[in-house]
């Protein structure tokens, strides 16, 4: 079976110096630099010599680098960086866009004509900044994408609003933003990472709540167990949940 492919596609050959790239390839900075373990000084914890972070031991003196929910999210889908540079300028409420090039679009948009009844938290501009996005996307029948914040860049002037497109049957993929309030000038760098789109199968889970049977507490006791580990600890937890899928 094929695998399904995701397009990215735009009028505008010039783009194509900045086009959207897997998440994996533009992991953020602070990331890249972690080192996957600390030091532990001696009498710091139940090892009498310290520990180097050489070991990087599982459960002990590993960081956040060797977190699979994290590094699953910082790996999964792709980032559209900025299709130009913008200045924004931000005087009381009003909020005014300047682009650098024919792509740069952006427009605000009222809440009192949109979303009036949003509580929106104070410390942001009530209108939000919709940016019109040049590259179009497509993805096979039954595949949606969700649009959000690529979260840990770490942007603290606006937010990207989150949102799902049905991207079999529409390409069109804008960016709604709220920036934050305060009178000042903002520099937005054509190439930064500005929206993180997933793609994922559309499909409906049927939920099923309630209490933990014999079966799924022998489950858990295996997966404790493996999970009690210095040394390859999260292929240990993938390889029970491979060896139990039907």
Known sequence: MATPKIEFFTDNENLL???????????????????????????????????????????????????????????????????????????????????????????????????????????YLQDSVKFTNPWKVRTPPGWSVMLSQPFYHFESRFTVVPGVVDSDAYHHIHVNTFFRKGDTDHQLKMGMPFVHVMPFQRSVLEPEVRVMTDADKRRMQRLDFKAKRFFGKNAAIRGLADAEDP
């Not at 630099?33 to 590993?62: C, H, M, Q, T, Y």
């Open 17 to 123: 110096e900045f086009p959207p790239v897997p998440a994996r390839k533009v992991l953020p900075d602070w990331f890249r630099e972690l080192s996957p373990a600390i030091d532990l000084p001696p009498g710091k914890s139940k090892f009498p010599f310290g520990l180097s972070r050489s070991l990087r031991l599982s459960n002990v003196n590993a960081t956040i680098r060797r977190c699979p929910g994290i590094i699953s999210y910082l790996s999964e889908g792709y980032l559209i960086p900025l299709w130009a540079d913008f200045l924004v300028q931000i005087r009381g409420e009003t909020v005014y866009c300047i682009g650098s090039n024919e792509l740069a679009h952006a427009s605000p948009h009222s809440k009192q004509m949109q979303y009036p009844s949003m509580p929106l938290p104070d410390s």
